[in-house]
């Protein structure tokens, strides 16, 4: 089990690596370690209302849409991420597959949140030879606890 210093520091390294704007990123099991080291971690959820209620959602996850479901951009975002989150706190961001999560934790840093990580795969990962998901990377796929409702 790695501790938190290296989680964080493996997280850093990649960000440095892949020019990220944001303090780094993360892979599923190590987000989920992170919540259970890091006193007050979040994981925010930017996936729309029908992924949460269809596919699933992370327990005890903040949900903010990073994009409603008519496709525009939430344009309260950051007021909403600031009335449910601790700028000073370790909060990741989380989508189907890594991209949203990306927009999303490169505005909350640009909003001074200097803590904040991409889950890297996302909720359901990529696409596999099928044009299927969770069967290849992503949180559920790494059998990490999740519910449907």
Aim: net charge negative; glycine share 12%.
């Amino acid at each position: 089990m790695a501790t938190l210093g290296q989680i964080l520091g493996l997280a850093r390294e990649r960000a440095q690596q892949l020019q990220l704007p944001y303090a780094g990123a993360v892979t599923p099991a190590e987000a989920y370690e992170l919540l259970k080291l890091a006193p007050g971690a979040r994981i925010v959820d930017v996936r729309t209302s029908a992924e949460w209620q269809w596919v699933g959602e992370v327990p005890d996850s903040v949900q903010i849409e990073w994009n409603m479901s008519s496709g525009q951009r939430n344009p309260d975002f950051i007021a909403q991420l600031k009335r449910q989150v601790d700028p000073e706190g370790l909060v990741m961001f989380l989508c189907r597959s890594g991209g949203r999560s990306h927009g999303a934790a490169t505005a909350a840093a640009e909003a001074g949140y200097g803590n904040a990580y991409n889950i890297l795969e996302g909720f359901e990962g990529d696409l596999d030879a099928n044009g299927h998901r969770s069967t290849v990377g992503g949180w559920r796929q790494a059998g990490l606890p999740w519910r449907q409702s």
